[in-house]
């Protein structure tokens, strides 16, 4: 069973120091720690079982007692076997079974969890290459188990603050079980009505990256014309929303007539492109943008980036947030018309959500509003089994998902 150390990630009170923010979640990160539209691509049942103390005996006993008495059970976990070059493979991860102990270590404040839903993230395709210089995230380990941020339910707790049955989501391996040996990176699940897998996607990590992202990198106008690519994902799906709400004119780019159609009748968008049937990228946003492009959200890069550039409108805005068309390259593709920055005034901002960590519980809230009023949609793409986990992760290299992929561990 992996141990998670802390994220940094505080529910209470919120963490108020950028600086050990990314000190706190980078080193967590190098070992584990309301209408919706769902595509469900037979999980074991888990049973919790816990050995009982004579009655009578001082608490420390009475803990060693119960650890030692403790039920293992079987716990699947999904490793690295090696480093990857070019596009990974399945097989560059292996499904493994281990043991896990359903108790904490005698004096420990850590928490055993069972994972409900994990979270499939192409920035994770990074943390499977070696690399010679430190990223903003380390990289996995060959052999031990991979990380994710994950919806969990405590099954025990040696923490003050957890007891068995609390839901919470954080960083936590791609296993059954986790040992989350610093329970303060935990977040309690705050709104149970909705799904729990919303905690992997619009209100976890990757609805906070569309939300910052646009609204304090962006910093939209009501009235502009924002462009968002690999739009009917994760985190394009919710900024084009976040966009129409503001009151833009919003354009999204997808990898089929499908998720285009979505973008049009699910999320609102203004427009929609298929960017696999266009020959001419530069011409297919002068046609869908003939005054130009005020925000364009990043997360292709290469030649979308090219063309959005000769786009841009004066001052525009581009807020950096992935560039996955890049990802599997082993030598990344140059960006040739830089020279519109200068000339156009444009400004390109990178960001890394952890730097944003403190403002959750604000956005938190807000978008629970949405969802209640209807204002979001949420689109999930499940698989079932943490044995479909290699393969979930791969299908977000080649366009399989549709919406937010995720896995589904167990169901309550």
């Known amino acids: 069973m992996a141990t998670s150390r802390p994220l940094g990630f505080f529910p209470q009170p919120p963490v108020t120091s950028p600086t050990r923010l990314r000190s706190t979640l980078a080193h967590a990160l190098n070992a584990p720690t309301a209408r919706s539209i769902r595509h469900t691509r037979n999980i074991p049942t888990c049973t919790r079982s816990v050995a009982t103390s004579g009655p009578g005996a001082p608490r420390r006993e009475a803990k060693e007692a119960m650890a030692a008495a403790a039920v293992e059970v079987s716990n699947k976990r999904v490793t690295l ?17 281990a043991t896990a102990r ?28 070696k690399h010679d210089e430190a990223s903003y995230v380390p990289d996995f380990v060959p052999g031990e188990v991979l990380t994710t941020f994950g919806v969990s339910k405590v099954v025990e707790s040696g923490h003050p603050g957890y007891k068995p049955g609390d839901l919470v989501w954080a960083m936590t391996g791609c296993e059954e079980y986790t040992l989350i040996t610093n329970p303060e990176s935990l977040f309690r699940i705050s709104h149970p009505e909705f799904p729990l897998s919303y905690y992997t996607g619009v209100l976890g990590m990757p609805g906070l990256t ?8 962006a910093k939209p ?10 739009a009917s994902g994760a985190i394009g799906q919710l900024v084009g929303q976040l966009a129409k709400i503001t009151g833009c004119y919003v354009v999204g780019s997808a990898g089929s007539d499908e998720k285009v ?9 203004d427009d929609a492109f298929n960017y696999k049937k266009e020959q001419d ?34 001052r525009g805005r581009v807020s950096m947030c992935g560039l996955i068309s890049q990802y599997n390259l082993e030598e990344p ?8 920055v200068v000339a156009k005034r444009i400004r390109m901002e990178g960001f890394i ?25 949420y689109v999930e793409d499940v698989v079932e089994g943490i044995e479909n986990t290699p393969a979930a992760l791969i299908g977000l290299f080649h366009g399989r998902n549709v919406g937010k992929q995720l896995v589904a561990v167990a169901r309550e």
């Open 261 to 269: 159609n979505l973008l049009k009748t699910k999320f609102g968008f």
């Open 221 to 230: 106008k009501k009235g502009e014309y924002v462009f968002v690519s690999a």
């Open 81 to 97: 076997k090696g480093y990857v070059t070019g596009f990974p493979a399945e097989d560059d991860m292996e499904v493994v079974t």
């Open 333 to 340: 593709e140059g960006v040739r018309n830089l020279f519109c």
């Open 210 to 217: 569309a939300y910052v992202g646009f609204f304090d990198v």
């Open 281 to 314: 990228l530069n011409a297919a946003l002068k046609r869908c943008f003939p005054e130009g492009i005020d925000i364009y959200f990043e997360n292709v890069g290469g030649a979308m980036l090219d063309a959005v550039l000769l786009n841009m409108r004066l």
């Open 102 to 129: 359903l108790a904490v270590p005698p004096g420990s404040a850590a928490a055993v969890v069972k994972n409900l839903y994990l979270s499939c993230d192409p920035y994770m395709r990074g943390r499977m290459t």
């Open 353 to 377: 959500v952890m730097d944003y960590f403190g403002t959750y519980g604000k956005f938190e809230e807000e978008m629970a509003g949405y969802l209640k009023e209807g204002k979001i949609t």
